[in-house]
């Protein structure tokens, strides 16, 4: 019955959806007041049962109750609590119930907390989501029902793939869904604006939030991800340019190329229809990737036709908003006014390139991720785009980007003067450049990848830290009077700062990674041991392994540096029931300075293990750098004058203060 | 999907256990260093989106067996290239070779930037001013007076 109430709510939700998308539109266009305000009840009304059916399919779960097919085909009664939860979103129907649970917080928040949205503005933007949540809403309850029945219920669920039984990646599509459904709001912001035929610098002051908070969770999201790949998957790689990945790392792209143009709009009026662009590619952008890993699509255009209505549904969908709003675009986006001339050299100018270079390598992303179906799609010869290709295109796009990077926040609005951004950049540049020469010196015969890439990492901390200075007056001025300059600087200044230092200690990681990485792949018997950089690792021993829904083995490593014992690891090969499935578990020892990680494989012939060592220099700096980034996404969302509902009276304020 | 989810499953199993197994390593550290080069160039025909490398599919063990077995035999890089293309098609190369079919893949990311680069630099040209009058002296007099 319980299950039965779920759907229905979900039925119910998507009544309203249709309600929320029509009235306040109808509402907003006669002006009628009391029409837009039931937007916000509906958009709120929305979220409540939405809500209320997520907690049923989830209620389902925790008690096992595999009368529900999707509980059965997704769930284990012996499967740890976090990972029945995690089991919820773990498979199509939970997810995209996820989606749209998602899109509804966001709505709700865009009703309860947009009051200093103009009421058109916002009955505008609810409607936008409603229209989205119908779409989805309607996919749910026509072809993906969570709450299908079995009859006769069965005893035991089919268990959730193992390899997705862990704690990074319970929570890595929930972050990743909140990135993506993040930027429903600034296209939903994009849409009404194009509706209304104006934006300003308000318009962009109030979508700057959103697309800042829809940012931070797809970097954390996306890291969480490459992290999990990277102690799971067992192959010691951290990012593998596989589709899926590409998928979600598109829209952080456009939308980090979103946050710095939004600035462009907010502080000088300008850029106001590449802006508008921006926010519908960045959301549309995440349509695609819910359509490419959702419909199978991927592995093959045949693939697409084992379950064609799902994916065809999903395709309607992704032509009617994405077409829609670009032909919305085509029509009224010559009505913006362009605004705000600038000087090539200016602040301005800098964030034209930055945009520029983030979306044509988006673009290189695009094309090799796709290339390979359209040639398939129109019966071209079947070829494969792998890392190599996107080593090739997108390094080059984003490396002068990277460099340029500590050069804008130097920039003046308007016109720049390169001497001075030279004055107060140029020690960072020649420790920069003395680091590189440093690393070429030590890594003589290495990859002159090595040199360049290391000094281009030093550059952009080093360019941060340059940065900050600056703004507090470092050394100029007396040091109290610097912590003084530093309390007053607004947050979004200093999240700019740590996003940017975040970048370059990511880059340093990457770098050191790719160029450096130790393998050893040897068979050992217990009480062997191998070199793995500047450690040894001794097999001590193996023991047979038996966890609440899994059977294994377990090897022992001991882990000296030198004549020093450092640890013991453990790595295990796990049999999961009841799918028989083999995964492994890393051995893995993380310093800041490198990990040890230790994979055991299979018996060899002569009774000894297959095993796989690495030493990964500083791959730490990559997690560590992309927390940073979110850090300082954070510490900008909390600035009073970005914080939504703010604006107005931070605007009061400063006319205050100037006076 | 039922199916796509079982293939898939049936790919994470063979992925998730051993790829590259130490009694196939050469015994040349050279030889070996260029025959890791070449299979990360090369896909598991069985897998989604793996190399040979990665891949722990009987397929992909049988091609870097090959691979290995080329090099000893003093053939160049190139020449085993071309033996595998030969063999199993172009769909094994994970960077495509710059063809007819894939000349848009390689140019269009640099032909965008290039044009967008072009139609920039000629939008400013055309608009041909710079974007204000420096101030005059004797504004900038009544400037510093007004802030002073």
Not at chain 1, 179 to 206: C, K, N, Q, T
Not at chain 1, 337 to 365: D, I, Q, T
Not at chain 1, 443 to 452: D, E, K, Y
Request: a neutral charge; one cysteine or more; aromatic letters at 10%.
């Amino acid at each position: 019955m319980i299950a039965e109430f779920g759907h229905f709510a979900l039925i119910l939700a998507t009544g309203v959806a249709l309600y929320q998308f029509l009235v306040p539109l109808v509402g907003a266009h006669r002006g009628d007041t009391a029409l837009m305000r039931t937007g916000i009840s509906a958009a709120v009304l929305q979220l409540a049962l939405i809500a209320v059916s997520f907690v049923v399919l989830t209620h389902a779960y925790i008690v096992s109750d595999f009368s529900v097919q999707n509980v059965y085909e997704n769930s284990h009664s012996a499967k740890p609590l976090i990972y029945k939860i995690s089991g919820v979103w773990g498979n199509h129907e939970g997810s995209m119930l996820l989606w749209v649970l998602i899109l509804a917080i966001y709505g709700g928040a865009v009703a309860l907390f947009g009051r200093n949205l103009p009421l058109e503005l916002r009955s505008r933007v609810l409607a936008i989501q409603g229209a989205i949540g119908l779409a989805f809403l309607l996919f749910i309850v026509l072809t993906s029902n969570p709450f299908q029945r079995l009859d006769p219920p069965p005893i035991e669920g089919n268990g959730l793939n193992p390899i997705l039984q862990d704690p990074a990646l319970a929570f890595h599509p929930p972050f990743l869904y909140a990135g993506y459904v993040g930027l429903s709001i600034a296209f939903a912001f994009a849409v009404a604006a194009l509706i209304e035929g104006r934006v300003d610098a308000a318009w962009a002051r109030w979508v700057r939030p959103w697309t800042l908070a829809a940012w931070m969770f797809l970097t954390i999201g996306i890291a969480m991800g490459s992290w999990w790949a990277y102690y799971e998957l067992g192959w010691g790689g951290w990012w593998f340019w596989d589709p899926v990945e590409n998928a979600s790392f598109m829209p952080w792209l456009v939308s980090t190329a979103l946050l710095h143009s939004a600035i462009v709009v907010e502080k000088r009026n300008a850029l106001k229809i590449w802006t508008v662009l921006l926010s519908i590619l960045a959301f549309s952008l995440s349509l695609m990737g819910t359509f490419l890993v959702r419909s199978g699509v991927l592995t093959s255009v045949h693939a697409f036709a084992v379950d064609p209505e799902r994916g065809l549904f999903i395709l309607i969908i992704l032509c009617l908003f994405i077409g829609g709003s670009l032909a919305l675009f085509a029509w009224r986006a010559p009505m913006l006014k362009a605004g705000g001339l600038f000087a090539p050299v200016s602040r301005e100018g800098g964030l034209v390139l930055n945009n520029l270079l983030l979306c044509v390598a988006c673009l290189a992303v695009f094309i090799g991720t796709l290339y390979p179906l359209a040639l398939e799609t129109f019966d071209g010869p079947k070829i494969s785009v792998g890392p190599p290709f996107f080593n090739l295109t997108f390094g080059p796009i984003i490396m002068p980007l990277l460099l340029l990077v500590p050069v804008g926040p130097f920039l003046a609005w308007k016109r720049g003067d390169m001497a001075a951004v030279w004055r107060r950049l140029w020690k960072s540049l020649a420790v920069a450049v003395v680091i590189g020469l440093i690393v070429l010196a030590v890594n003589i015969r290495g990859p002159w990848l090595a040199p360049v890439g290391m000094a281009m990492a030093a550059w952009l901390v080093l360019g941060a830290i340059a940065d900050l200075a600056a703004r507090i007056g470092l050394f100029k001025v007396p040091l109290s009077s610097s912590w003084h300059r530093f309390t007053g600087l607004p947050r979004s200044a200093i999240g700019g700062i740590l996003a940017h230092g975040g970048l370059g200690l990511m880059i340093a990681g990457i770098i050191a990674i790719s160029l450096w990485k130790v393998e050893v792949i040897v068979a050992l018997k217990t009480g062997e041991s191998a070199d793995v950089g500047a450690y040894t690792v001794t097999f001590l021993s193996e023991t047979p392994l038996s966890g609440p829904n899994y059977t294994g083995r377990a090897g022992r490593f001991l882990v000296k540096e030198g004549d020093r014992e450092i640890t013991t690891l453990v790595s295990e090969k796990r049999n999961f029931q009841p799918s028989g499935m083999p995964t492994t578990e890393v051995g893995l020892l993380q310093t800041l300075l490198g990990d040890v990680y230790v994979v055991m494989g299979d018996e060899t012939t002569d009774g000894a293990r297959a095993m796989r060592m690495y030493y990964n220099p500083l791959v730490n700096f990559i997690w560590l750098g992309a927390f940073i980034m979110f850090c300082g996404g954070l510490l900008s969302l909390t600035d009073r004058r970005y914080r939504v509902g703010a604006p107005k009276r931070a605007i009061s304020a400063q006319a205050v203060a100037a006076e | 999907m039922r199916k796509f989810a079982a293939v898939l499953a049936l790919m994470f199993n063979l992925g998730s256990a051993f790829a590259l197994t130490p009694d196939e390593l050469l015994k040349d550290p050279a030889l070996e260093h260029r025959a890791r080069e070449l299979s990360a160039h090369l896909r598991c025909l069985v897998c989604q989106n793996q190399s040979i490398d990665d891949s722990d599919a009987p397929l992909a063990k049988d091609l870097r067996t090959l691979i290995r077995e080329q090099l000893v035999a003093g053939k160049t890089d190139a020449e085993i290239m071309d033996f595998v293309v030969a063999r199993y098609g172009e769909f094994v190369l994970l960077k495509p070779r710059l063809e007819g079919s894939t000349i848009l893949l390689w140019g269009t990311p640099f032909a965008v930037l290039a044009i967008a680069a072009a139609a920039l630099f000629l939008r400013r040209r055309r608009s041909g001013v710079s974007p204000e009058q420096p101030l005059t002296p004797a504004e900038r007099q009544a400037l510093e007076r007004a802030l002073e």
